[in-house]
């Protein structure tokens, strides 16, 4: 007894074709067929919907299910879609329930007792647990029942969201036609031949006379057909990375279309996350080349993030600085997820740009002008008069006490990065009398102040020494000049402003 | 008027004139004003003229300014001002434009303030001429009225301070006849 008293199973049929269908949404109304092999001897493995009403079933040939549906579209199987489809599938159901079993490609156990204070009554939950699953691509059938194997025989027929109530599992069971379930070999025909064609006339049969004729298949038809669970029920651990991969049919050898693929694995994995009420603080993209070898580029995010837009940009900075080597044949985008967090505003203070909007906008503005002229700066500790150090940005809206009430209205400096070299006349006790060359061709001293000494880093190669002047010019300028004692230069150093 | 009051969010203010006129110190004291309320503001600095430690003696707290500089490309600052003007939470987007400023055409400056306004953002552009011509809300001229030094007149030991005359000459919906007078330490 496992203790499982009320269980949801969410099945989606034709998992491989749907999970095509989820990575390309424009496949989802046309018959689609996932074929494996190599030509001529390809064989469809499955197939969605509009391909089955079109008689094309599987292990078909690909020729014989063209022939019977010209629209159908054809896809290659792929285990890194299906994985993914399956992950998202996982994820879903566990943004409702702690407890969930993962029993193969589309077809998981949901452990709902207990939820109904939290969600509300067995058909909410149904209901809820299909909309998480279309959140993410995936078409869902629900059955609520209080076994699994009550759950997954009912949910083969359950076209909505569907309650078996406690207590009434083999009611129901009972009507369910023998043909509606796949068997093992041989079963399916033996209870053909014996004339049964229910569950319930299976159910009534004795045990011990069907394993006597049918072995252990025979036991285990009497299982599904009671509704009976014979397994324990296996808890579902989500790792901590979530990955979500394409393997791509062409190869890809531009960055704009290598966006464009990357922009849909990132809706289906945020939409994951969403679900999972996660966000992603860091991101990790594996591209899959043409030459064989992979191209890993890491990326930590500002902030933990759960929309596509901004890590898109990211990304595609990162690849723009960085490009893959040869044309790309597969991505798998990995996130690592931490628990959302909820920042409630305050009223009454300064608003702050967002992180994820910084991030992006100063992704953006590295590209144009270089990672060494973007940033946040703090003064350096030293006495050199350029001398700066770059800091992080603050964003929060905490108003700084010691800046509170400052009023001073400090006359500014245009300084010039490098200096410019100048020609200077001095008058005869060696002031400044004529600047040659600085904002004007030439321009005569009104007033000067000075000279100040200062010097620095006189034990270092990169020793400095100079006297200052605050000069005024008559261009109507007020200049400081700087005269280098080590190279004996005279240097437009500021302009007052 | 205080030296800040002239500051409107969701509005475009041009501050010009000729170097050493005061408007670097105009700029300085709309940082100050926006950072001490705990504002987030950027500053385009197209020639990268800004002197960190004259705009902490300012009081502008540095840490809470994003400092763009663009190495002398007006096309990079006007891409950069756009950029930040269109991403929400800046109090303050500054474009220092220099000597040589580029001029925006109208459909261009239109669109800046449009973005201003979504933003809510107060845009600052600092030049020796006018960028946005019609877009702005506010432009001020600055001119240097007197130097102060200290020490005898023939030979001054030291530069006190400057004071300069900011005249309005466009004012949206009002006429620009404001002027009123600024003192600046050294």
């Keep these: 007894m496992d203790g499982v008293t009320r269980v949801a199973c969410v099945w989606v049929e034709s998992f491989a074709a749907a999970a095509v269908a989820r990575a390309e949404p424009a496949l989802r109304e046309i018959p689609l067929a996932i074929v494996t092999g190599t030509p001529p001897a390809r064989r469809v493995v499955d197939a969605n919907a509009a391909a089955r009403d079109a008689s094309v079933r599987e292990d078909m040939g690909e020729a014989e299910a063209v022939a019977r549906c010209p629209a159908l579209v054809r896809r290659g199987a792929s285990d890194d879609i299906v994985a993914s489809a399956r992950r998202a599938l996982l994820d879903a159901c566990y943004g409702l329930s702690p407890r969930i079993e993962d029993s193969g490609p589309g077809l998981v156990f949901v452990d709902i007792a207990g939820l109904e204070r939290l969600l509300g009554a067995d058909d909410v939950i149904a209901h809820q647990l299909a909309r998480a699953a279309r959140s993410v691509g995936l078409p869902a059938r629900v059955a609520v029942a209080g076994t699994r194997t009550a759950a997954r025989v009912a949910v083969r027929r359950a076209t909505r969201p569907s309650v078996i109530p406690p207590g009434a599992e083999a009611a129901t069971l009972a009507s369910v036609e023998v043909s509606a379930l796949d068997w093992p070999p041989g079963v399916a025909e033996a209870l053909a031949r014996w004339g049964i064609a229910s569950l319930g006339e299976i159910a009534a049969l004795s045990r011990a006379a069907l394993a006597a004729r049918l072995g252990a298949a025979g036991l285990a038809a009497h299982d599904v057909a009671s509704g009976r669970d014979v397994t324990p029920f296996q808890p579902w651990t989500p790792p901590p990375f979530w990955e979500e991969a394409q393997a791509l049919d062409w190869e890809i050898d531009t960055l704009p279309a290598l966006e464009a693929v990357l922009e849909r694995v990132l809706e289906r994995l945020t939409a994951r996350l969403v679900a999972a009420h996660l966000a992603a603080d860091g991101l990790q993209l594996r591209v899959a080349l043409a030459s064989g070898g992979h191209h890993v580029r890491a990326l930590t995010l ?21 490009p893959p080597e040869t044309a790309v044949i597969g991505v798998a985008l990995q996130a690592h997820a931490v628990p959302r967090r909820a920042v409630p505003g305050v009223l009454g203070r300064s608003s702050a740009p967002a992180v994820r909007d910084l991030a992006t906008v100063l992704a953006r503005l590295v590209a144009l002008v270089g990672a060494e002229n973007v940033g946040a700066i703090a003064p350096a500790d030293s006495h050199h008069p350029d001398a700066f150090a770059t800091t992080m ?105 | 008027m205080t030296q800040t009051s002239w500051l409107q969010r969701g509005r475009i203010t041009e501050i010009v004139g000729p170097l050493s006129s005061g408007r670097t110190s105009l700029l300085l004291a709309a940082l ?42 007006r096309e990079a600052a006007v891409a950069a001002l756009d950029l930040l003007v269109r991403c929400p939470g800046f109090a303050l987007v500054a474009l220092d434009a220099g000597e040589t400023p580029p001029r925006l055409s109208l459909a261009q400056a239109f669109r800046l303030r449009q973005a201003a306004r979504r933003a809510d953002v107060a845009v600052v552009l600092v030049g020796r001429h006018r960028v946005a011509g019609a877009g702005a809300a506010l432009a001020v001229r600055t001119r240097r009225q007197e130097l102060a030094w200290a020490g005898p007149r023939r030979r001054p030991t030291r530069l006190i301070g400057m004071r300069t005359a900011v005249q309005v000459i466009r004012k949206q919906g009002a006429p620009s006849t404001d002027r009123e007078e600024h003192w600046w330490t050294a």
């Design chain 1, 302 to 322: 500002a902030c933990p993030m759960d929309e596509p837009r901004p890590m898109l940009t990211l990304l595609a900075h990162e690849l723009a600085a960085r």
């Design chain 1, 393 to 497: 940005l603050r964003v929060d809206a905490e108003a700084d006490a010691e800046d509170a009430g400052r009023d001073d209205d400090v006359l500014a400096f245009r300084r010039l990065r490098p200096p410019r070299v100048i020609d200077v006349e001095t008058d005869a006790t060696g002031r400044p009398a004529v600047v040659h060359g600085a904002l004007s061709a030439v321009a005569r001293v009104c007033d000067c102040a000075g000279p100040w000494h200062v010097s620095g880093d006189w034990w270092d190669r990169d020793r400095w020494a100079r006297e200052e002047w605050d000069v005024a010019l008559d261009d109507r300028t007020v200049v400081r000049l700087a005269r280098d004692l080590l190279r004996g230069e005279w240097l437009l150093d500021a302009v007052y402003d």
């Design chain 2, 32 to 73: 100050r004003a926006v950072t001490a309320a705990a504002g987030a503001a950027a500053l385009i600095d197209a020639d990268a003229t800004l002197d960190p430690a004259c705009a902490t003696r300012a009081g502008v707290a540095l840490d809470r300014v994003l400092w763009v500089r663009c190495g002398g490309r």
